[in-house]
Structure formats: structure tokens, C-alpha cells
């Protein structure tokens, strides 16, 4: 009894006693009561609300009291009563089941059953009452939102898109299978941390955003993650995080849907790759123009010149002064020429199969094609590349850059101090990286640095300069997707340091 009705006893009595009062409480507040004798289960009954509520008239209730149990699916019948035996055995347990039941057009009916166990002044039970409400619409709602739940589950896992939660240290707490199935994960993900199925170098990346959801939550944020694939590759995928709030406006999850973007990125990489050799072939033609414009013509007015100057000439002596003259020229012609086919024959070999050489091998060789200048000038040379390192390149162009840097530092050595010629290479992700270093002459780079690289670009004043030498470098370096930079100060030395990729 509650607390008020045993401040109010009157009020207690009027109501166990009075018959308005419990008829008020079986036909209104419930769909219905039922009576189970516990000493005679056969003898049971419900009231005519249960009747109404499964949709029969006062007309149509059976006269059997004990009709109503084929309204009553049999398993759960024989569960309620396995449950009132333990109710009655135990006054501490509660009785509080669903039975599924029949409306009487057919289809199916929910009631929920609460029951209290009635005990003799021995406390042995007798009675069981049960109420009885009818949670049909309920557990309709209920199996609506299971099959929604499913069927979207569904549509997410076939979808060609990831679907994760984290929680907010990152664990995960939803995969969708097209994920596992994407990525080759065969053991449950669920628990474990979402980081490390990030490629390392881009976790940072990865928390940058993390902090974002913490920071403006409900709120995208863009971000692109490297993730390895089954088969040993590395995917890209385009990641979309929002942080979901919970109902105390806490951080409760991160959800993270995704999609591979590795084929568009490789595209764009292809794109640029494409842009890039366009923007050399484009300053290879301005170069050429250049040449064109400038040497070749310079040379054909001077020769033109000569020719006159020739044809006037006034004795032997002023002819032969003017055919040494004119000599000089055709040289000079035949040399731009000869650098104009070396230009050439690069540019129309960008394509040339390339193939795997040993690079300590070609260094050697190298060295000791200028072994007699190297011993003459007293230079120490030092090597600092692995024996087993190897390069995919075109092998007369490697030939060339080595020959080039190496006499170049031969060539612009110091005279005033000891000679120095170093050269050390080491695998880098994706390549191999060489620099050559010397302690000559150097170059000042901040003067020259738009012109290093430039035709006929000479910075010292060696008489056998012809200033191609490092254009034809830079060429063949970039011929096969390679880079190459200098650093360099006068006085000081030069270090040129380049880098071939294996698979640009």
C-alpha cells in the first residue's frame, strides 16, 4: 500500500471494498485482467475488457472461461506459466512477459502481462492476476524500425563507400562490410584503434582532423588518408569526419565516411607529369629559339660579312687574314651545331627504354676515364655509395651527368688548397638520391641561380667553357623524370645533388 493511502486509511478501505472502484480499475486502466489458479491451472479466466481489446463484441465472448488460452500462442502460454511457478516459489521475482495473441479477424496481437501472485495468510501462493495491455502498435513500430535499420544496413554495406565510428580516443566502434572487404581485414576491427590503419606518414594528418570534430563538431571536415590495401598497395581515400555529440554535448563519436580517390589522384599526378614535361619541351623551344635567333644568325651575318669583306679584299695578305677569319667562324657555326644535335637527340630521346644499372659500377668507370687528370691535379676523390645500389636509367645519359659533374669539378678545382672530389648516394623513397661534391671554385648562386642551368652559361673563365655542359645535365636528368639542384658558394665549393626515380 502507498504511502498516502496509509496516511489516508478510510480512503484505503473505500477502495478495497467498494466493487465501483475495482471494476473502474479492470475495465478502464487495463486491456484486460486475467485469473490463474496456481493450485488448479486449469481454472483460469480473463475479464470481457480482454475480449474487447482483441476486437470481439459482448455477443461473440466465448462461454468457455477458459477460452481464451487458443487466443494465446501455446510457447508463450507454457512460458507464463513456467514464469508464475517461479514467481510463486520466489516473492522476489517479477512477473512481466509479452505473450503473442490472436486479434479475432486473424492477424496478430502483442499484450505485455505484469501479474502479482496472490499468497493465503500462510503465504503459500494461490492466485495469480495478471494486467494485461495491449502493445501491439508498439512492438509494430518496434519491427518497422528493425526492418528500416536493416535494410539500410544493407544499402551502407553495399555501397561503394567506407562507413566508420570511432570512439573519441579513436577505437572503432562501427566497420561497414565493404570496408573489411575493401582492405582484406578478416578479424573483428571493432575495439581496436582506428590509427594504425593509417599509412604513418599520414596519421599526424589524421589527428589534425580529429581535433577539428573536437573543435566544431556537427561540422565536416575533408581529409585524405593513404591506407594499405590487400594485395600490399596503397589506396587514397577522401575521408569526410563529423563529430556526433552526445545528449550532454560531449563529444560521443566520430563518424567517417569515405571513398577511393586513388585512381583521380593518379590521374592528376599523370596530369601533372604531363603539365611539367610540356612546361620543359616549352622551355626547351624558347631556348632553341633563342639560338636560332641569336647564334645561328649571328653567325650567318658575320659569315656574310666575311664573304664581302673577302671578295673586296686588297692583296694576299688581307685575303689570308680574312679567309683565318672566316675559318674561325665556320668553326663556331659547326660547334653551335654540334650543340644543337646534342639538344636534339636528348629531346627526341625522352621516351628510350631505360634500364638497371649498378651506380658504384658506372662511377668507377667514370673515375677512371679521368683517372690521368685526377692523379695530375693531386685530387682526392672519396666514395660513399653502397656496392649492391642501382639505378634505372638511360645508361649514356647517366654517363654523361657523371662525366660532366665529375670533370666540371676537376675542371674548377681551387688552386690555392688541396683538391677534393666526394661522391655519396643512398636509396630515398621512390629513387636514389647522388651528390658530388667538390671544394673548387664555386659559384654564386644567388647572382646566377636563374642562369646555372642556362645555354652557354659560363661563370668562370676557363678558356675551354662552352657553358653546355650543365644545360645538357639538367636535360638528361629531367629527360628521365629526375631532378637535379646546387648548392654552391664561391670559395667554398659545389654540391650538386640529384635524384633519380625509379618508377616516375
Not at 43 to 59: C, M
Not at 112 to 118: A, N
Not at 461 to 482: C, S, Y
Amino acid at each position: 500500500m502507498s504511502t498516502l493511502l496509509k496516511q489516508h486509511p478510510e480512503l484505503a478501505a473505500s477502495i478495497t471494498y467498494n466493487p465501483v472502484v475495482v471494476d473502474f480499475l479492470q475495465n478502464s486502466l487495463t486491456d484486460g485482467l486475467l485469473y490463474w489458479n496456481l493450485l488448479l491451472p486449469t481454472e483460469s479466466w480473463v475479464n470481457a475488457a480482454f475480449w474487447q481489446t482483441l476486437g470481439y463484441s459482448p455477443d461473440q465472448v466465448p462461454a468457455d472461461p477458459a477460452a481464451w488460452r487458443a487466443c494465446i500462442d501455446p510457447t508463450d502460454l507454457a512460458t507464463a506459466w513456467q514464469r508464475a511457478e517461479v514467481c510463486a516459489q520466489d516473492p522476489s521475482q517479477d512477473f512481466d512477459l509479452v505473450l503473442q495473441g490472436t486479434y479475432r479477424e486473424g492477424s496478430p496481437a502483442w499484450l505485455r502481462c505484469r501479474g502479482v501472485v496472490l499468497r493465503g495468510d500462510g503465504g503459500s501462493a494461490s492466485w495469480l492476476v495478471g494486467a494485461l495491455f495491449d502493445v501491439t502498435k508498439e512492438k509494430h513500430k518496434e519491427a518497422y524500425a528493425q526492418e528500416v535499420a536493416t535494410h539500410y544496413s544493407s544499402i551502407l554495406s553495399n555501397q561503394s563507400v567506407y562507413i566508420l565510428k570511432t570512439d573519441p580516443q579513436g577505437n572503432y566502434t562501427y566497420v561497414n562490410d565493404f570496408f573489411y572487404e575493401r582492405f582484406g581485414w578478416e578479424h573483428d576491427l571493432i575495439g581496436t584503434s582506428s590509427l594504425l590503419s593509417i599509412v604513418e606518414e599520414d596519421r599526424p594528418k589524421c589527428l589534425e582532423v580529429v581535433m577539428q570534430c573536437f573543435q566544431a563538431p556537427e561540422v565536416p571536415h575533408q581529409v585524405i588518408l593513404r591506407k594499405p590495401y590487400r594485395d600490399g598497395s596503397i589506396k587514397s581515400n577522401h575521408w569526410e569526419f563529423k563529430g556526433i555529440l552526445g545528449e550532454g554535448g560531449e563529444l560521443k563519436e566520430i563518424l567517417c565516411v569515405g571513398y577511393d580517390v586513388t585512381l583521380l589522384l593518379e590521374n592528376l599526378q599523370r596530369a601533372q607529369h604531363l603539365l611539367d614535361v610540356t612546361s620543359q619541351q616549352n622551355l626547351r623551344l624558347q631556348n632553341f629559339a633563342y639560338i636560332i635567333s641569336h647564334n645561328i644568325r649571328s653567325h650567318s651575318a658575320n659569315l656574310t660579312s666575311l664573304v664581302q669583306l673577302l671578295s673586296e679584299a686588297k692583296g694576299k695578305e688581307q685575303k689570308t687574314m680574312f679567309l683565318q677569319m672566316l675559318t674561325t667562324s665556320t668553326e663556331q657555326l659547326a660547334d653551335t651545331i654540334v650543340n644543337l644535335n646534342d639538344i636534339v637527340t636528348i629531346n627526341n630521346n625522352v621516351s628510350k627504354p631505360k634500364a638497371l644499372r649498378t651506380l658504384k659500377t658506372e662511377i668507377d668507370k667514370t673515375l677512371e676515364a679521368l683517372s690521368v687528370l685526377i692523379r695530375q691535379h693531386h685530387i682526392t676523390v672519396e666514395v660513399a655509395v653502397p656496392p649492391a645500389l642501382t639505378v634505372t636509367v638511360v645508361p649514356a645519359y647517366l654517363d654523361s651527368i657523371l662525366l660532366n659533374l665529375i670533370s666540371n669539378a676537376v675542371k674548377y678545382r681551387a688552386l690555392d688548397r688541396p683538391a677534393f672530389i666526394r661522391l655519396h648516394a643512398q636509396a630515398t623513397p621512390g629513387g636514389v638520391g647522388l651528390t658530388v661534391q667538390d671544394n673548387g671554385l664555386g659559384i654564386d648562386v644567388v647572382r646566377y641561380r636563374l642562369k646555372l642551368f642556362g645555354m652557354y652559361k659560363t661563370f668562370h673563365d676557363n678558356e675551354d667553357a662552352r657553358g653546355v655542359g650543365l644545360f645538357i645535365t639538367k636535360n638528361q636528368v629531367e629527360a628521365m623524370q629526375g631532378t637535379i639542384a646546387v648548392d654552391s658558394e664561391v670559395g667554398v665549393g659545389s654540391t650538386f645533388t640529384i635524384q633519380f626515380h625509379e618508377n616516375p
